[in-house]
C-alpha cells in the first residue's frame, strides 16, 4: 500500500526528475513538461535570437495558429497555460466573433499552475477570430483572439 505525498514532495521529485533528464538529453532543450497525479511541472526556456555559433538552429514552433492578418490586432496570452474562454464550463464565453470589446475588458482565463489569469483586450475592436479552442495550450504571448481595430470594418 503506497503512503500519499504531498504536493510538495511529489513537486520536488517531480523537479529532480526534470533536472536528471534535461541533463541526459543531447541538445538544448526548449521545454519539459511532468505530471504525477494532479501535481504538473512545466519548464520553458526561451531560446536567444542568436544562438550560439556551430548550433542548430531552434525549430519553430509546430503548434498554434499563424499570427493575426496584417492590420488585425491580437490579444495574446499573458503566461503559458491553458485557454479558457468561459468563466466557467458550461457558461457563455467572454467574447463571440462580432463583439465589439473596450481596452481592459477580460476576453478569456489561462490557467497557469492552478491560477486562473484573466486575458485583457489592451485595445478596443471587434472580434473577428477566436484563434484558440477552448481548453488547449497556449504559449506566452501567443496570439488568442483577432481583433479589427475599433473603427473599421472589413469589406
Known amino acids: 500500500m503506497s503512503v500519499p505525498q504531498s504536493p510538495d514532495a511529489v513537486l520536488d521529485g517531480l523537479r529532480r526528475l526534470a533536472h536528471r ?3 541526459e538529453l543531447a541538445g538544448p532543450v526548449r521545454r519539459v513538461r511532468l505530471r504525477s497525479g494532479e501535481t504538473v511541472l512545466e519548464v520553458e526556456w526561451h531560446v536567444p ?3 550560439a555559433p556551430g548550433a542548430a538552429p531552434a525549430p ?3 503548434a498554434g495558429p499563424p499570427p493575426p492578418e496584417p492590420g488585425r490586432l491580437a490579444v495574446r496570452a499573458p503566461v503559458v497555460g491553458t485557454f479558457y474562454r468561459a468563466p466557467e464550463p458550461g457558461a457563455a464565453p467572454f467574447v463571440a466573433v462580432g463583439d465589439l470589446i473596450r481596452s ?3 476576453v478569456g482565463i489561462v490557467e497557469a499552475m492552478k491560477l486562473m489569469n484573466e486575458v485583457t483586450a489592451d485595445q478596443a475592436g471587434r472580434v473577428v477570430e477566436v484563434l484558440v479552442h477552448d481548453g ?5 504571448d501567443q496570439p488568442l483572439i483577432a481583433l479589427e481595430p475599433a473603427g ?3 469589406g
Do not use: K
Open 49 to 51: 535570437a542568436q544562438a
Open 152 to 154: 473599421q470594418r472589413s
Open 60 to 62: 519553430a514552433p509546430s
Open 104 to 106: 481592459g475588458q477580460v
Open 136 to 140: 488547449q495550450p497556449v504559449e506566452y
Open 21 to 23: 533528464l534535461v541533463a
